[in-house]
Nanobody
Framework: QLQLVESGGGLVQPGGSLRLSCAAS????????IGWFRQAPGKERGGVSC????????NYVDSVKGRFTISRDNAKNTVYLQMNSLRPEDTAVYYC??????????WGQGTQVTVSS
């Protein structure tokens, strides 16, 4: 079954850190640019960060620049999102998928990130 599985979410206090993982099953990620997306309650899903297939190019939305770092290990078929200095407004379900819309897999269940004291 060709799918992406997100993990690593949880409950963390403001200022804390989490590392999310995006693992591919049934296919290899190394040919694809991969993005992390998030959806907060009552809001549409939006992009957070993305990384090129080689890992040489990364991009971030302004709200997470300097706090989040995307990386990939193609040998492990996994993409990561290191999230530091978390804020309550980062609370959302986080998803990963291909950057190119036409290449995307069905959205998975995501991983819940809750930032609260």
């Amino acid at each position: 079954q060709l799918q992406l599985v997100e993990s690593g979410g949880g409950l963390v206090q403001p200022g804390g850190s989490l590392r999310l993982s995006c693992a591919a099953s049934g296919f290899t990620l190394d040919a694809y640019g991969i993005g992390w997306f998030r959806q907060a309650p009552g809001k549409e899903r939006g992009g957070v960060s993305c990384i090129s297939s080689s890992g040489g190019t990364t991009n971030y939305v302004d709200s997470v620049k300097g706090r989040f770092t995307i990386s990939r290990d193609n040998a492990k078929n996994t993409v990561y999102l290191q999230m530091n200095s978390l804020r309550p407004e980062d609370t959302a379900v986080y998803y990963c998928n291909m950057v190119v819309t036409q290449s995307r897999r069905p959205w998975g269940q995501g991983t819940q990130v809750t930032v609260s004291s």
